[in-house]
């Protein structure tokens, strides 16, 4: 039996994770004010939210870097749309730092004004695939999709929590005149983390020190993130959400061309003729592989 819509709230023709939205907050999503100084982190699920959402938690929080505070990244950095710790965004002090996974037609249209800053982190999309497939079959609020074969016909037609893929970046990037926008993809991160964090820090105005700068790399690594209990997800998630099983991991493999792992030649081919279809033109490049 396909019980999709036991999982999937579609709301103006976006999917959310049924069990963690509130229909009347989206409703309201529009209109909350944006102040000059905010900065959204938007992103496809599985593109890197919750890395380069504690890269910003770095440079932002000058205690944190030097690890003599204890915030945790989620209490003050919320996901604007799964407010699951039902912050209050009037009374957040500046500069609020939301992470979302929104198309750009649903965001607060504040953020027309141009003033607020949006970072966008693209990753290929077959490397979302497979790291999405792991996260479903993993995590109670999603649908498990049993074979890739299956989630892969999910994921092409749209069929998943954030929608389609290419309607996604598409959108964003077509629409980016409107707003005051920077691209970034997971492979350029992963090629040059510390030129990556630079190029974050002079997007968002923020000038930090050689050895910031390096303290900031230092933690960001998966390694390092893995290890660092206040970036412990699983415990968040097994808290909050809930699992079906203790083998998952939310930070899984972080690599690039982890799709070779997983996809059959029949299933990439079919991938391959898809994204053609869907991107064409579309100027925004992609890493497949690590070593390209
Ligand atoms: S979510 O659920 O949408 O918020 O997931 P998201 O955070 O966007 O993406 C999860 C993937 O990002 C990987 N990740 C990292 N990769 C490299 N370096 C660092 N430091 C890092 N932190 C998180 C995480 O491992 C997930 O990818 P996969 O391929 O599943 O490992």
Redesign the pocket.
């Known amino acids: 039996m396909d019980n999709t819509n036991e999982y999937l709230l579609n709301f103006k023709g976006f999917n959310f994770n049924k069990r963690l939205v509130n229909t009347e907050e989206l409703e309201k999503m529009e209109d909350i004010e944006i102040r000059d100084d905010d900065v959204f982190l938007i992103?496809?699920?599985?593109?890197?939210?919750?890395?380069?959402?504690?890269i910003l938690f770095l440079i932002y929080f000058e205690g944190e870097r030097n690890s003599n505070e204890n915030l945790q990244p989620y209490d003050t950095m919320p996901?604007l749309e799964y407010n699951i710790l039902d912050l209050d965004y009037v009374k957040m002090p500046s500069p609020r730092i939301f992470?979302s996974?929104l198309p750009y037609y649903l965001v607060p249209k504040g953020l027309k004004s141009k003033k607020a800053k949006i970072l966008y982190?693209y990753?290929n999309p077959k490397?979302v695939l497979?790291?999405?497939f792991?996260?479903s079959n993993w995590i109670l609020t999603l649908k498990s999709p049993d074979t890739i074969e299956h989630f892969l016909e999910k994921f092409l037609d749209g069929k998943v929590a954030?929608s389609c893929w290419f309607d996604h970046i598409r959108g964003w990037y077509e629409h980016r005149h409107d707003f005051n926008i920077m691209f970034l993809s997971?492979e350029d991160?992963?090629k040059d983390l510390r030129g990556s964090v630079l190029k974050i820090c002079s997007f968002l105005e923020k000038e930090l020190s050689e050895e910031d700068v390096n303290s900031v790399v230092r933690q960001?690594?998966?390694q390092?993130?893995?290890s660092n209990p206040r970036e412990d997800?699983d415990q968040v998630i097994n808290t909050l959400i809930g699992t079906r099983h203790n083998e998952g991991?939310?930070?899984?493999?972080?690599?690039t061309g982890?799709w070779k792992n997983h996809l059959t030649v029949d299933q990439n081919e079919r991938f391959d003729m898809i994204f053609k279809r869907n991107m064409k033109n579309f100027p925004l490049k992609f890493i497949w592989d690590i070593n390209e």
């Open positions: 992103t496809y699920p599985k593109s890197g939210t919750v890395w380069i959402r504690y996901f992470s996974h982190i990753r490397d497979i790291s999405y792991y996260f954030g997971y991160m992963k960001a690594t998966f390092n993130m893995k997800r991991s939310f930070l899984r493999k972080g690599a982890d």
